[in-house]
């Protein structure tokens, strides 16, 4: 970027909708700092995550209860399920078991996965098999 401003914080920005959806952002903003007549690199947080939508519904098909908690095996990241069983899940694997509990319940969803660049696919229904806790 040229014309940045020497030993003082510039605030570079980049668009939000400028990337695609299936990206990860933990920072739109950066503030550096270059010396007189030098340059400076400035890599934003921004990474692509393997990211689906999906509805869980448990065996007797009703929708699995807003607040139940969805997690993977291989990710220390704990996913919210909203209204009427929607989860959004990142880091997914081509095969993947998803683990649900909520109060004293508790349930599992095998999920398969393929990467769709770009997108952040919707993946259907899938029926959460109980399990004991």
Known sequence: LPRLHAYLPNHVTI????????????????NPVPAWRSGVAIEFPVRRIAAAMLRIVTADGLPVPVGAVATLPDNA?????????????????????????????????????????????????????????
Request: net charge negative; charged share 15%; aromatic share 10%.
């Open 15 to 30: 668009e939000q909708l400028d990337l695609a959806f299936d990206t990860q952002i933990n920072a739109l903003r950066m």
């Open 77 to 133: 990241e704990e996913f919210p399920v909203g209204r009427d069983g929607q989860a959004y899940l990142t880091g997914l694997q081509p095969h993947n078991i998803v683990t649900l509990h909520w109060h004293d319940q508790q349930c599992s969803v095998v999920l398969p996965y393929v990467v769709v660049e770009g997108s952040v696919p919707y993946l259907g229904e899938f029926t959460c098999v109980s399990t004991t806790p």
